[in-house]
């Protein structure tokens, strides 16, 4: 079966400098005051914010609550953070860029072929409907994760 990469992003400019932005977006362990669906994340024991740290993170929705593990796949202080959930089934990652008033931060999602074949493996004819939901999630959350950021950021 063919699977195509599903992706969204947004920006929100942030009056803080990008090494600020980073050392608040690479603290998993902080996820909880800004994202709507990740309650929370704990690093491994040992880890922290670098390429090939794991951490656990604890998903609710109104109609469930799950838990992932992610890898650390990008982690250049001021510029990028970035993980993949599971075993490469979605990327997700920001990225800070100056700009006149602060720092342009983006958020990205990107649900990849292995994720989606993996849907389809463990929801069978109800992949496609979880596949969608997913996606809708994505659009609806990062702009407001995004908003919830800059409010932390610039306190």
């Known amino acids: 079966m ?3 990469a599903r992706t969204h992003a ?3 400019l942030v009056h803080a ?3 600020e932005v980073y050392a608040v977006v690479s603290d998993v362990t902080r996820t909880g005051e800004w994202s709507p669906t990740c309650q929370e ?3 491994d024991e040992g880890a922290g914010p670098e ?3 794991w951490f656990t993170g604890r998903n609710v929705t109104s109609a469930r ?3 992932t593990r992610s890898q650390v796949v990008a982690a250049k202080p001021g510029r990028e953070f970035a993980w993949l959930v599971g075993q490469g089934y979605v990327r997700w990652g920001y990225t800070m860029e100056p700009a006149d008033a602060g720092t342009l931060l983006t958020e990205s999602w990107e649900f990849l072929p292995a994720g989606q074949a993996y849907f389809h493996e463990r929801f069978g004819e109800h992949a496609q409907e979880q596949i ?3 996606t809708r999630s994505a659009h609806r959350d990062i702009p407001a994760t995004l908003a919830a950021i800059k409010r932390v ?3």
């Open 65 to 67: 609550t799950w838990e």
């Open 2 to 4: 063919e699977h195509t």
């Open 41 to 43: 994340c704990r690093w």
């Open 132 to 134: 969608e939901e997913r």
């Open 17 to 19: 400098t990008p090494e």
């Open 10 to 12: 947004d920006s929100v």
């Open 51 to 53: 390429v090939g740290a």
């Open 153 to 155: 950021v610039e306190g």
